[in-house]
């Protein structure tokens, strides 16, 4: 990956800001993988210590704007991407690339998109699904929102990370698939907690249920993920992807479809699940701990 393509010339160094429960595991495949120098900033130094076995180089986030020709953002929602661009902004240079592969709202993502474009900056969102341990093994879907020639430029160092790398469209289409993506995975986690309730209610524990409907065509990635592995061990731990990142995302999608014109009820009684949920103490917790508000035992 280091020669120079049709896409451009040779990157030297890329950049890595927020090594979190998805960040810190792609950082690492991008330095393994990627064969080109990686510097990488967090608040935490405990992730960049344990990244620096695979030669990953701690840097602050202006050391990153001033001497890596790609960026990537792993954060937790919008408002710290536009913060941390923000930060960048005074020192980054045209021709560089930032890459967001974080979850944030398709308006703000237009916004910055258009902003450094301005400034002769390339701006891509590329959101990642899938589990963190599809992140620990570099098998993420990426959803990539960007113009084609920043695409092709971009899409080698993606796909260090994940399997499946899809160009959605223009910047913040990206945004507006992986907003979807989760909207039905929370619609379905709710659905699958009501199919407990019930069966459990009627005389099937869902140890039983949930393994014969895996069989059937009520068969899904949610119910063999989120449902074999949390729901009926219950457990909901906390660092993975909580109650509140749900309501977040789902909010995104909610904002879009105000934004449309359409009333969306399914996501709002899921958002309105993901409430009680926080409001009864699992807003740290693993979404599918929603189970316990639809399901109390």
Do not use: W
Request: glycine share 10%; aromatic share 4%.
């Amino acid at each position: 990956m280091s020669e120079s393509t049709a896409a451009g010339p040779a990157i030297s160094t890329i950049g890595f800001i927020g090594l979190g429960v998805m960040g810190e595991p792609m950082c690492g495949h991008l330095a393994r993988r990627s064969g080109i120098p990686v510097l990488a900033y967090d608040l935490r130094t405990e992730p960049l210590e344990r990244l620096a076995a695979a030669g990953v180089k701690a840097a602050s986030m202006q050391q990153i704007a001033a001497g890596c020709e790609v960026i990537l953002l792993s954060l937790p929602d919008g408002k710290a991407v536009s913060a941390v661009v923000g930060q960048l902004e005074p020192h980054l240079r045209a021709g560089q690339f930032v890459v967001d592969t974080s979850t944030s709202s398709v308006e703000l993502t237009r916004q910055i998109g258009a902003r450094l474009a301005a400034k002769g900056i390339f701006y891509a969102d590329a959101p990642v699904a899938r589990t963190r341990e599809a992140a620990s093994r570099g098998e993420l879907s990426i959803m990539v929102g960007a113009t084609d020639e920043t695409f092709a430029r971009i899409r080698p160092i993606l796909e260090t990370m994940g399997t499946d790398v899809t160009h959605c469209g223009p910047i913040g289409c990206g945004q507006v698939v992986k907003i979807l993506n989760n909207m039905l995975v929370f619609q379905h986690c709710g659905a699958l907690a009501e199919a407990i309730a019930i069966g459990r209610r009627n005389g099937v524990p869902a140890d039983v249920l949930l393994p014969t409907m895996a069989m059937g065509s009520g068969d899904s990635f949610v119910l063999r993920n989120h449902g074999m592995k949390a729901m009926l061990p219950g457990v909901f731990p906390e660092r993975a992807f909580s109650t509140r990142y749900a309501m977040k995302d789902l909010s995104y999608a909610l904002e879009m479809a105000e934004a449309s014109g359409l009333d969306m009820a399914a996501a709002k009684l899921t958002m309105e699940r993901l409430k009680q949920a926080d409001e009864a103490g699992y807003g740290d917790q693993y979404h599918p701990v929603v189970l316990k508000v639809i399901d109390p035992q």
